[in-house]
């Protein structure tokens, strides 16, 4: 199951990938292109690690998959990190509003 986007944060798109600025502890996060696609591929749009990494696979075929499975850990880490994204409570639909940002953070 993959995180969802923080809802106190700001996702900004530029030429070069993207801007997310968190409200809530005044975090500024740049993105480059494929980083900026990650985010947009979180839920809802992909639910699963596995589905977000086929999407990338199929945008990007000259990497090879476990390099972007590699890189997507790293980034989803780094914004778990820095409070970007929250976890999603297990039994809850993407409909709800049940997501927390987690108070301990680490790599993914």
């Not at 480059?32 to 999407?55: H, I, K, M, Q, Y």
């Amino acid at each position: 199951m993959l995180p969802v986007p923080n809802p106190k944060v700001l996702f900004k798109s530029m030429s070069d990938g993207a801007v997310l600025f968190s409200t809530d502890n005044e975090v500024y996060f740049g993105l480059n292109s494929v980083g900026a696609r990650v985010w947009e591929l979180l839920p809802p749009v992909c639910n699963t690690f596995d589905e977000l990494c086929t999407r990338l696979t199929g945008e990007y075929p000259e990497v090879d998959r476990s390099i972007i499975e590699t890189d997507v850990k790293e980034l989803l880490g780094d914004l778990t990190a820095h409070k970007l994204v929250a976890v999603r409570v297990e039994g809850q639909n993407d409909q709800s509003s049940a997501t927390r940002v987690p108070a301990q953070v680490g790599k993914a």
